[in-house]
């Protein structure tokens, strides 16, 4: 068992084959590599993905077919083209989500640099889906 | 920084695996080449800080979703398949 420091869930412990490994880190935190998917609460449509090194540190995730039916579901984690077809074997795919303090109402998900993670390896991956007229602001509430 | 003047259709190697040619030039713009493996992510250095921006902004996410998760099912409005 591992046990991981946090500032929004206090200590939690977890078998270690629970640590998936992002070899960049995410974009913009090269630093922090390793991470665990935490549940929300079932029925929840949201994870955590919370860092096992800085406390602090954890990204809310939605899946994105949820908010666009067309968003990918293949995304390559070395690599190649997006596709729309499934497949078991692909690696999972999450988009982010941004809630501004005190604006729940307004919160965004990052379509343009979804996360994916290759549950197999357990290693994971920002990717930049360029040029794809994603945007990293989708808004989920249409006002 | 390391600055090299190159003209059209010259390239620059970097590491054994990247190779960037300068394809043609037109007014202020320069369109570029560049050939890396496939594992190697090449993007508009905007796009990535733009993502970075976001990621850092998402990572202050309060401790309790429960709030989010109602107005979202309150409010949510999925695409149609």
Redesign the interface.
Same mark, same amino acid.
């Given at each position: 068992m591992i046990h991981i420091q946090t500032?929004?869930?206090g200590e939690i412990e977890l078998e270690e084959n629970r640590l998936i490994l992002f070899p960049e880190g995410?974009? @913009?935190?090269p630093q922090m590599k390793n991470y665990v998917l935490l549940e %929300?609460?079932p029925g929840? *449509?949201?994870m955590w993905l919370q860092s096992a090194e800085a406390p602090?540190? #954890?990204?809310?995730l939605i899946n994105p077919h949820?908010?666009?039916?067309?968003y990918p579901r293949q995304i390559p984690l %070395? @690599?190649?083209s997006p596709t729309a077809g499934e497949d078991d074997r692909e690696p999972l795919v999450f988009a982010?989500?941004?809630?501004p *303090?005190g604006e /729940?109402?307004k919160?965004t998900a990052?379509l343009?640099?979804p996360v994916v993670i290759d549950a197999g390896t357990r290693t994971g991956k920002?990717?930049?889906l #360029?040029d794809s007229g994603f945007d !990293? &602001?989708h808004q989920?509430?249409?006002e | 920084m390391l600055v090299l003047t190159r003209k059209v259709e010259e390239s620059i190697s970097i590491g054994n695996n990247v190779t960037v040619t300068v394809l043609g030039i037109r007014g202020g713009q320069v369109r570029i080449g560049i050939e890396a *493996? &496939?594992?190697? /992510?090449v993007?508009?250095t905007e796009?990535?800080e733009?993502?970075?921006?976001?990621? $850092? $902004?998402?990572?202050? #996410? /309060?401790?309790d979703?429960?709030?989010?998760?109602d !107005?979202?099912a309150a409010?949510?409005? *999925? $695409?149609? !398949?």
């Open positions: 500032t929004r869930f995410m974009i @913009g935190f %929300h609460k929840s *449509p949201f602090d540190l #954890a990204f809310v949820l908010i666009r039916s067309d %070395h @690599g190649g982010i989500v941004t809630i *303090p /729940p109402g919160m990052n343009l640099g920002q990717v930049i #360029a !990293t &602001r989920l509430i249409q | *493996p &496939r594992d190697t /992510p993007n508009r796009v990535v733009s993502i970075a921006r976001q990621n $850092e $902004e998402a990572s202050r #996410a /309060p401790r979703l429960d709030q989010l998760k !107005t979202l409010g949510f409005r *999925p $695409e149609k !398949t």
